[in-house]
């Protein structure tokens, strides 16, 4: 029998919005299961998740950002003989003892053969009872949205609506968009202006990159400058979602970031469709000026 999740006490200083409180009490108050937080950009959803995180009573939790888990897992699968189970128990290590919960901020599947990693994955977490509460800007029935591979992700789409709470965070406002948050990602900027030294948009993203890479390249620093980015419509598909999980790796480390971009910012998404354009757009929006 799958274990009671921790109570929290959710008290903060804020005023929350019309949408989270729902998931405030799920997440103060939970019943047997985990929990699934999902709802448009910027909607405080990781706010909500790292709130709980520090205020739970539980000695073996771990909160991560869902690249830098599966980045850990990939290699802990490698280095285990392509065992799940012992690469599960790896990743679920902490100083005192196997994590009991797992905070996921960001879930998505966007790739089938992630998607097969990640059904061995959540299959084996729930085998040993433990905890998930998770974000993510995609519903359950929306992750893996690719017409041709969607169908075969269905069980684990059902699974994971059997074991965790599924709350909807859609409140009416995006918090990012009123500007700078106060973090090093948000102190960098975005510029027209062509500079020397950086990384090249193209050098980033155009050629075949994962987001390990990104993770190790980020490693020691505190800023990064991007150069020549061009409007988001005009590189093909794959550099466009390559951007977008390069911002993710950023913001997540919280790296001040400055861009030097061919476009202006509002116009830099025009017309580009990617799976994860609008968290992107929320997260640029917070950058400063020059």
């Known amino acids: 029998m799958r274990p009671t999740p921790p109570r929290c006490t959710f008290d903060t200083d804020f005023i929350l919005d019309d949408a989270q409180p729902a998931a405030a009490d799920a997440l103060s108050t939970p019943g047997t299961k985990g929990l699934y937080l999902w709802g448009p950009v910027g909607r405080g959803k990781t706010w909500l998740l790292d709130t709980y995180f520090e205020n739970i009573d539980?000695?073996?939790?771990?909160?991560?950002?869902?690249?830098?888990?599966?980045?850990?897992?990939?290699?802990?699968?490698?280095?285990?003989?392509?065992?799940?189970?012992?690469?599960?128990?790896?990743?679920?290590?902490?100083?005192?003892?196997?994590?009991?919960?797992?905070?996921?901020?960001e879930?998505?599947?966007?790739?089938?053969?992630?998607?097969?990693?990640?059904?061995?994955?959540?299959?084996?977490?729930?085998?040993?009872?433990?905890?998930?509460?998770?974000?993510?800007?995609?519903?359950?029935?929306?992750?893996?949205?690719?017409?041709?591979?969607?169908?075969?992700?269905?069980?684990?789409?059902?699974?994971?609506?059997?074991?965790?709470?599924?709350?909807?965070?859609?409140?009416?406002?995006?918090?990012?968009?009123?500007?700078?948050?106060?973090?090093?990602?948000?102190?960098?900027?975005?510029?027209?202006?062509?500079?020397?030294?950086?990384?090249?948009?193209?050098?980033?993203?155009?050629?075949?990159?994962?987001?390990?890479?990104?993770?190790?390249?980020?490693?020691?620093?505190?800023?990064?400058?991007i150069t020549e980015i061009p409007a988001l419509a005009s590189v093909d598909e794959f550099a466009a979602q390559r951007f977008a999980n390069l911002v993710d790796v950023l913001y997540d480390r919280d790296v001040r970031t400055d861009f030097h971009a061919l476009v202006p910012r509002h116009e830099f998404a025009v017309g580009c469709a990617g799976l994860d354009t609008d968290r992107l757009v929320s997260r640029l929006s917070e950058l400063g000026s020059p």
């Open 58 to 105: 539980v000695t073996a939790k771990k909160r991560v950002h869902f690249h830098s888990f599966f980045r850990d897992l990939h290699a802990a699968y490698f280095r285990r003989n392509f065992s799940i189970d012992a690469a599960i128990d790896d990743i679920l290590s902490t100083e005192s003892s196997p994590a009991s919960l797992l905070c996921f901020d």
């Open 107 to 225: 879930f998505h599947v966007h790739d089938i053969g992630d998607a097969r990693l990640i059904t061995r994955m959540l299959d084996a977490l729930f085998a040993r009872g433990v905890v998930l509460v998770v974000t993510s800007n995609y519903a359950p029935d929306e992750l893996l949205p690719n017409p041709l591979y969607h169908p075969t992700f269905l069980p684990t789409i059902e699974k994971l609506k059997e074991e965790l709470d599924v709350v909807c965070v859609d409140g009416p406002v995006d918090y990012r968009s009123g500007g700078a948050s106060g973090s090093r990602f948000a102190s960098g900027s975005w510029s027209l202006e062509p500079v020397l030294g950086g990384h090249t948009f193209a050098e980033l993203c155009c050629a075949a990159r994962s987001t390990g890479d990104y993770l190790q390249m980020i490693e020691t620093a505190t800023s990064v400058t």
